[in-house]
């Protein structure tokens, strides 16, 4: 738990409450509120009985009920998958796209056999939350941040913003941001690979890059080859597959050939193959989870 609780405010949890009941003004009074600089303060939140995690509500308006809904499929997909197999020792979650931690903390308050965490996050603004909120994990959890972008090459990039002709009526953030390789980009790209080698034990690598996911793949072959186990999730959207033209199947025919694995949609329990496109084999109504279970 943090050492000093900040709390959240009265008008923001109002606002919150008001949007998830669909009462009308929850949304404006949350851009008031932001206007007047009452949301600049960040507040703290619960992730576990034991664990709690700082958010920049003006960055990320998030609230307590969300973050307890925050991907509970999807998490308990992986850690059904992490016991099955199960695992061995010692475990490390590889964060790709981690923005201010969120992610992490929720896997690991629920899977305590992770004992390290590697996370990367492009954005600066992301990343000195996300410096902030590993930092508090309990000292038995080792972790790394890293300020870069991870694709299948290594130099300098940029963070892009897609059309919005892909998010109709959706309002433009920082989770729609992509890098593209860019030779006077601000932001350094790496691999996995040149950061991160083979060891013994298992690795849980989570990507979520929108768009980027078969090149970071591509960019940690040799790890994915190399250690005893791993677990890959990838996210398949509809929209940013429309933007790219990449289908995420590509993805998984990238990892078949690395090593047998077995793929499933966390959403929908739906087992996946390589030979159809993705969004011929679930409907393409919603964003799922893919996760790749080495065999």
């Not at 099955?84 to 790709?96: C, F, G, K, N």
């Not at 996300?130 to 694709?151: G, R």
């Not at 990449?246 to 499933?264: K, T």
Request: glycine letters at 6%; hydrophobic letters at 45%.
């Amino acid at each position: 738990m943090l050492n000093q609780r900040l709390r959240v405010p009265f008008l923001y949890q109002l606002a919150k409450e008001m949007e998830r009941r669909h009462i009308r003004g929850g949304t404006r009074l949350i851009r008031i509120l932001r206007h007047v600089g009452a949301l600049k303060r960040p507040a703290d939140f619960a992730v576990s009985d034991t664990l709690d995690i700082r958010i920049p509500i003006g960055r990320n308006p998030f609230d307590q009920p969300y973050l307890d809904s925050y991907e509970s499929e999807f998490i308990a997909s992986l850690i059904a998958e992490v016991n099955r197999l199960p695992l061995p020792a010692p475990i490390t979650l590889i964060d790709v796209g981690a923005d201010i931690g969120l992610f992490s903390l929720k896997l690991v308050a629920h899977c305590p056999a992770i004992s390290r965490i590697c996370a990367f996050e492009p954005n600066s603004e992301g990343f000195s939350w996300l410096q902030f909120n590993l930092a508090n994990l309990p000292k038995t959890i080792a972790h790394e941040a890293y300020s870069v972008a991870i694709a299948d090459f290594e130099g300098k990039g940029r963070l892009s913003v897609p059309d919005q002709r892909f998010y109709p009526g959706v309002e433009s953030s920082h989770a729609q941001y992509f890098i593209e390789p860019w030779a006077n980009g601000a932001i350094d790209v790496k691999t996995i690979d040149s950061l991160i080698a083979p060891s013994k034990g298992s690795v849980v690598l989570k990507i979520d890059v929108e768009g980027g996911e078969l090149s970071v793949l591509r960019g940690a072959a040799r790890l994915i080859a190399g250690m005893e186990q791993v677990v890959v999730a990838v996210e398949a959207h509809p929209a940013v597959v429309s933007r790219t033209g990449v289908d995420p199947v590509e993805c998984l025919r990238l990892l078949a050939s690395l090593r047998p694995f077995r793929f499933v949609a966390s959403e929908t329990g739906t087992v996946l193959h390589v030979n159809a496109p993705i969004f011929d084999q679930i409907p393409p109504d919603q964003v799922y989870n893919l996760i790749a279970s080495s065999q």
